[in-house]
């Protein structure tokens, strides 16, 4: 069995002023490092983590970087799993946004809005197809005892990969951002797009639990972030 860890970064400034981040190299706030402290401890607790595969978007990558140092695992950078590029309207607030391009509400023009692609940017529907084919990617490693990029390749942080016996269980942890979490966890509900985007909400630092056995996956735990309020400032990591 494969059991996927799927991690929203921790907080930013432009989380809390409402702002699109898109692949802005934005960095964690002091919130946000406690955040992903408190992550850490709670996934070091209770599994035993392979891997750990991350956005290379700072935000995230920072985020990776407390959780690997806690459970012994390099972060791999994969520019597959980052947010999805807003372009040229990247930086604006959620409300002019929406007040000035409408187009991109989903809640108004539905799959419409899923297709439409900013300028210098992506659509909704082409990060999902992205951030699937990774996922996909990912979970075929594991099947096959690979923990790592093809045979012969060094990981993207230069890490040594590892082969597993075949069918042998093991844990991968991913830290990525709220759109390619609604698109997987979404996808593993059987939800469309528009619904997965809607309907589901990622705190940061969020953690989702997906167990993948003999090609079936099953999503046991969605958005906790429960973890977080027990959590001690000072830490070693």
């Known amino acids: ?24 190299p934005t960095s964690l706030t002091d919130r946000g490092c406690e955040q992903s402290g408190a992550l850490a401890d709670h996934v070091a607790a209770g599994y035993d983590v392979d ?46 946004l929406f007040e000035g391009y ?50 012969g390749e060094p990981r993207a942080n230069g890490a040594e990969r590892t082969d597993r016996a075949i069918g042998a269980d093991r844990t991968v942890a991913v830290v990525t951002h709220g759109g390619p979490l609604y698109a997987v966890t979404g996808a593993v509900k059987g939800l469309d797009l528009v619904a997965a985007t809607l309907e589901q909400e990622q705190g940061n630092c969020a953690l989702n639990e997906v167990r993948v056995r003999d090609g079936d996956a099953t999503l046991v735990a969605e958005n906790e972030t429960g973890f977080q309020a027990e959590a001690t400032v000072q830490r070693n990591y």
């Open 1 to 24: 069995m494969t059991t996927v860890l799927l991690c929203r970064h921790g907080e930013t400034a432009w989380n809390r002023e409402r702002r699109v981040q898109g692949w802005a």
């Open 51 to 96: 891997r750990v595969v991350a956005s290379d978007l700072e935000r995230a990558a920072e985020t990776a970087r407390v959780l690997g140092r806690a459970v012994g695992a390099d972060p791999e950078l994969d520019p597959a799993w980052r947010e999805r590029d807003f372009g040229r309207l990247q930086g604006l607030s959620y409300a002019d």
């Open 102 to 151: 409408p187009e991109y509400a989903l809640g108004e023009t539905g799959h419409a809005a899923a297709e439409a692609t900013p300028e210098g940017g992506e659509s909704l529907l082409a990060m999902r197809e992205r951030v699937l084919t990774a996922w996909e990617g990912l979970l075929a490693e594991a099947a096959n005892g690979v923990d790592g990029v093809a045979n």
